[in-house]
């Protein structure tokens, strides 16, 4: 095959071939890889694909993880040659690029992208539609006019230059950095920095900066000084002996990769300086290397694995499970995909040393059985041969080998899994029995399960999993915490319809905008609302069930497991009607949707909450009140080590500051943030207090004594350790006179766990 090869100026090469018209822009070439690399291959196993290895080869592209591939065979191996040495050249070339050139480039594809009538110009309106994709909402309407006024826009249409000035503009709107240039103890002085023309750097205003500032030896000649500059100066007639940055240019050289603090000469390893034992140095590493996307239902490809081992990586991980007869690598007690451990292993012994000779560290995360285990020393063995580091470099060593004595060889790091006993350490696996132990929790009223371990006469158990068993019902709620659930809405229909033509107004009213909503007339359903063609349109989101599983869809031929993957789907592919074709854009955020969740209180007292908390007996139980007298602050109180602690939340703006630094939009991102990291110590908000947990927590009669033993002081009472109630999970006959007889599924009452475990 050979195709047409056409070169544009913007930095994107075209192909046209027999299936058509192709462009790949040059900045998003990852890699060049020969050989037949890809799954395009694998579509003429039938014979009709004549090109050997030797022919082929696959460009990787795109600007996502999972890459875009383009699959080329050429008549013979020379030509495939020259296209892997041609391309390879240019790809290098758009990434030496000059920052200029590069953001020139960019805003040219952005431009091109939403421009209908594919001239050298936007509307106003196309202008709007492509804000977001730059990551720039504009405070008002009246704001981007003045924004627009100021770049020389007079006739709605906007040319390359005035949309360039926009993006400068829009870029250094917050140019608070320009008040260090009006400092006497800075190397040179800035006058007024509010108009863009009404200040200039100087030449050697520049150097004195290069130097004494950033620290530049090399802006000592002045002749490099002036062609750094020449870089960054858009108008041509000023690129003289003498330049002048304009306030807009400076700004752009201090935000460039030309101004990086990374010293470039570090990029390249010196070979004399890889000496040191393997401890010494920081390593690129890689962790949950098989995952394409997320961490709960994305795939897993031996794909991954490659791009890492020849983008440099040196350590990657294999998290391995029981497989059907064999071992396999995913993310366990999610819906990512499975892999074959057979099929990473082959795939690492081929792209391990393809970029550097330095060893691969394979971190094992094991949840195999022994079996698997020894089919996995088995096929380590097979496929990687020589390669796997069996032996120890220098038996008579006193530190870590070098990465030098190293090069080629491919690392198993492995840790057992211990529990600390007083002086020595334990090995689980040399435990008499190991399972699951399940202990009841009086507040979630339910069983859970706990690793446990009976080893010499004590059985050790862990506090909680820290990966729970999948319940299915949380990936249909994955909707609840999304910006665009607004739940159910007060007068549904016209409110959506409020917020939504409220958020196009300012936004500038794109096909797509969106927001979900529980129907007003269906428990089971949703409605999505979206804004066409200048109005809300409304579509219902049905519910069904088949074998026990809840889907929902728009239309009866496609199914979703959840709200949430149905909207992702239409957010990536077209929603089609009879009328009409629309993929999902923007989200309409809901207002305040903490006023929907049953933690939140508006008028609850400070007293009152911590009276609320004292019922509930676990820690991480808690709630957020809004601050008596105070419209803008809020309060989350939470049990932590056995007493109810207070943490302030003030909202300034459009967001919610807890303590001084940390920023989340809303109270509902705060509590979810907080569900999976710890707020205080190791406590994790994990019991939400609603009224009907606390109407229930009235009725225990215990609860009071409970926690009446916490708040005196600790020389008053000697510590009480916590009882729980365990079901037995396998049969004990008593052996001895102070032991307890007990059959499989009892309830054990009253079972202390020790402090020393």
């Given at each position: 095959m050979v195709p047409c090869f056409i070169l544009k100026s913007s930095g994107i090469f075209i192909l046209k071939g027999a299936q058509g018209i192709?462009?790949?822009?040059?900045?998003?070439?990852?890699?060049?890889?020969?050989?037949?690399?890809?799954?395009?291959?694998?579509?003429?196993?039938?014979?009709?694909?004549?090109?050997?290895?030797?022919?082929?080869?696959t460009i990787f592209y795109g600007s996502q993880f999972v890459l875009n591939t383009l699959s080329l065979g050429a008549d013979s191996a020379e030509e495939?040659?020259?296209?892997?040495?041609?391309?390879?050249?240019?790809?290098?070339?758009?990434?030496?690029?000059?920052?200029?050139?590069?953001?020139?480039?960019?805003?040219?594809?952005?431009?091109?992208?939403?421009?209908?009538?594919?001239?050298?110009?936007?509307?106003?309106?196309?202008?709007?539609?492509?804000?977001p994709m730059l990551n720039y909402k504009a405070p008002s309407?009246?704001?981007?006019?003045?924004?627009?006024?100021?770049?020389?826009?007079?006739?709605?249409?906007?040319?390359?230059?005035?949309?360039?000035?926009?993006?400068?503009?829009?870029?250094?709107?917050?140019?608070?950095?320009?008040?260090?240039?009006?400092?006497?103890?800075?190397?040179?002085?800035?006058?007024?920095?509010?108009?863009?023309?009404?200040?200039?750097?100087?030449?050697?205003?520049?150097?004195?900066?290069?130097?004494?500032?950033?620290?530049?030896?090399?802006?000592?000649?002045?002749?490099?000084?002036?062609?750094?500059?020449?870089?960054?100066?858009?108008?041509?007639?000023?690129?003289?002996?003498?330049?002048?940055?304009?306030?807009?240019?400076?700004l752009s050289f201090l935000f460039s990769k030309e101004n990086s603090v990374w010293d470039e000469k570090f990029s390249e390893i010196n070979n004399l300086d890889m000496n040191n034992p393997l401890s010494h140095y920081w390593i690129s590493s890689s962790h949950n290397t098989y995952l394409t996307g997320d961490?709960?239902?994305?795939?897993?490809?031996?794909?991954?694995?490659?791009?890492?081992?020849?983008?440099?990586?040196?350590?990657?991980?294999?998290?391995?499970?029981?497989?059907?007869?064999?071992?396999?690598?995913?993310?366990?007690?999610?819906?990512?995909?499975?892999?074959?451990?057979?099929?990473?292993?082959?795939?690492?012994n081929e792209h391990a040393f393809v970029t550097t000779d330095f060893p691969v560290i394979l971190s094992i995360e094991e949840h195999c059985p022994i079996e698997q285990q020894r089919q996995m020393a088995r096929i380590f063995k097979e496929v990687f041969g020589d390669k796997l580091l069996s032996e120890p470099v220098e038996h008579m060593a006193e530190q870590l080998p070098s990465p030098t004595q190293l090069k080629g060889k491919i690392i198993l790091k492995h840790k057992k899994l211990n529990v600390e006993g007083g002086v020595t350490t334990r090995d689980f696996r040399r435990g008499q029995k190991q399972g699951d132990l399940e202990i009841w929790d009086p507040v979630d009223q339910r069983w859970n399960r706990h690793y446990c371990v009976i080893s010499d006469d004590k059985l050790y158990y862990a506090e909680e999993y820290e990966e729970e068993e999948e319940d299915p019902r949380k990936y249909q709620e994955l909707h609840c915490v999304e910006p665009w659930f607004h739940g159910?809405?007060?007068?549904?229909?016209?409110?959506?319809?409020q917020l939504i033509h409220d958020y196009c107004a300012e936004t500038g009213g794109q096909d797509g905008t969106f927001l979900v909503r529980q129907s007003d007339r269906y428990v089971h359903d949703f409605t999505l609302s979206f804004w066409r063609s200048g109005r809300v349109q409304h579509c219902r989101i049905r519910s069904g069930s088949e074998g026990g599983h809840t889907y929902f869809f728009l239309t009866s031929n496609?199914?979703?497991?959840?709200?949430?993957?149905?909207?992702?789907?239409?957010?990536?592919?077209?929603?089609?009607?009879?009328?009409?074709?629309?993929?999902?854009?923007?989200?309409?955020?809901s207002p305040d949707p903490h006023l929907q969740e049953r933690w939140f209180y508006s008028n609850l007292s400070r007293g009152q909450a911590e009276d609320y908390l004292l019922r509930i007996p676990r820690d991480g139980a808690f709630l957020i009140r809004q601050r008596e007298g105070e419209l803008d602050s809020y309060a989350i109180t939470f049990r932590g080590d056995g007493k109810v602690k207070h943490c302030r939340i003030q909202k300034e703006g459009n967001v919610y500051l807890l303590g001084t630094t940390t920023e989340f939009e809303s109270l509902v991102e705060l509590v979810n943030y907080f569900k999976k990291k710890p707020l205080y110590r190791k406590i994790k908000l994990r019991y939400p207090v609603t009224p009907e947990l606390v109407e229930r927590?009235?009725?225990?009669?215990?609860?009071?004594?409970?926690?009446?033993?916490?708040?005196?002081?600790?020389?008053?009472?000697?510590p009480s350790?916590?009882?729980?109630?365990?079901?037995?999970?396998?049969?004990?006959?008593?052996?001895?006179?102070?032991?307890?007889?007990?059959?499989?599924?009892?309830?054990?009452?009253?079972?202390s766990k020790e402090i020393d475990g």
């Open positions: 192709l462009s790949v822009d040059l900045f998003e070439i990852r890699e060049i890889r020969p050989g037949r690399n890809s799954k395009d291959f694998e579509r003429f196993k039938d014979g009709r694909d004549k090109h050997n290895e030797n022919t082929c080869f495939a040659q020259k296209w892997l040495i041609g391309l390879e050249l240019l790809r290098e070339e758009t990434l030496a690029a000059p920052t200029p050139v590069l953001i020139e480039s960019w805003l040219r594809k952005q431009m091109y992208s939403v421009n209908q009538t594919k001239t050298n110009s936007l509307s106003v309106k196309e202008l709007k539609s492509l804000l309407s009246r704001a981007l006019k003045d924004r627009l006024q100021e770049v020389g826009v007079k006739k709605d249409r906007l040319d390359f230059e005035q949309f360039h000035k926009f993006y400068n503009l829009m870029m250094f709107e917050q140019n608070e950095i320009l008040d260090e240039f009006k400092r006497e103890a800075c190397s040179f002085i800035l006058g007024n920095t509010d108009k863009q023309d009404a200040s200039a750097v100087l030449l050697h205003d520049f150097q004195r900066f290069l130097i004494y500032d950033q620290k530049e030896p090399w802006a000592n000649d002045l002749t490099q000084v002036r062609e750094l500059m020449t870089i960054f100066i858009d108008d041509t007639m000023r690129k003289t002996n003498d330049p002048e940055f304009t306030v807009s240019e400076f961490q709960i239902r994305s795939e897993s490809s031996t794909e991954a694995y490659v791009r890492c081992l020849r983008l440099g990586c040196r350590c990657v991980e294999l998290d391995c499970w029981e497989g059907p007869g064999e071992p396999i690598i995913y993310h366990g007690w999610t819906r990512t995909t499975k892999i074959k451990f057979e099929d990473v292993v082959k795939a690492i159910r809405m007060k007068e549904g229909r016209l409110m959506a319809e496609l199914h979703f497991p959840s709200v949430f993957s149905l909207i992702q789907h239409y957010r990536e592919n077209p929603l089609r009607c009879q009328d009409f074709e629309l993929r999902l854009t923007e989200a309409v955020p927590f009235s009725t225990n009669e215990n609860c009071s004594s409970i926690y009446m033993e916490t708040y005196v002081k600790p020389n008053e009472i000697e350790l916590p009882q729980n109630t365990v079901r037995a999970l396998y049969s004990y006959q008593a052996k001895r006179p102070d032991e307890l007889s007990f059959t499989k599924g009892a309830l054990i009452h009253n079972v």
